[in-house]
Structures are given as structure tokens and as C-alpha cells.
């Protein structure tokens, strides 16, 4: 499984920076417990989409996406094919 998250699905209060903010969109709280609950799966890789730094003069969303991309990371530490177990 390859993870691709878009920035964008955050509401723009918890990330500004990107092309097309989604007001109503995810906390980064949020984000974080749906990415935690892959854990387990064979992640074989991942990636943030557009993370505009631009348009953030807080860096909030910068922080985000680092946060987002760390996560993506981790699980694939937990991923059967990098643990030998199941798949």
C-alpha cells in the first residue's frame, strides 16, 4: 500500500498553506488517529501532496506535513513485509 495524503483535506485552520484550503476539513488530530489506524498494514511507502509554504506565514502547515509524513514513516516500521509477520 502506498499512503498519499493531501494537505489540503486539512481545515485551514490547523493548516493554511496550501492551493485549495477545505474550510470543514480535518483537525490534525484527526488525521493523525486515521493514519494510526493503518498500523499494520504492508505500507510500502507514502507521500504529503500540496503543502504550499507560501501561503503560511505561521508554518503550521509546514509542521503538519512533517508530522503527517513521520507517521507514514512509522508505519511502515510496523508494514508485515519489514517484519516478517503475515503478508
Do not use: C, W
Not at 13 to 29: C, D, I, K, N, W
Not at 43 to 67: C, F, K, L, R, S
Request: aromatic fraction near 6%; proline fraction near 6%.
Amino acid at each position: 500500500i502506498y499512503v498519499s495524503f493531501d494537505i489540503d483535506s486539512v481545515d485551514p485552520a490547523f493548516a493554511p498553506g496550501t492551493g485549495t484550503p477545505e474550510v470543514g476539513g480535518l483537525t490534525t488530530r484527526e488525521v493523525l488517529e486515521l493514519l494510526r489506524g493503518l498500523k499494520g498494514l504492508n505500507i510500502v511507502g507514502g507521500d504529503v501532496v500540496e503543502v504550499a509554504p507560501q501561503y503560511d506565514a505561521t508554518t503550521n502547515t509546514a509542521h503538519a506535513a512533517a508530522q503527517v509524513l513521520f507517521e507514514i514513516l512509522s508505519l511502515m516500521v510496523f508494514s508485515p513485509a519489514i517484519t516478517g509477520k503475515g503478508a
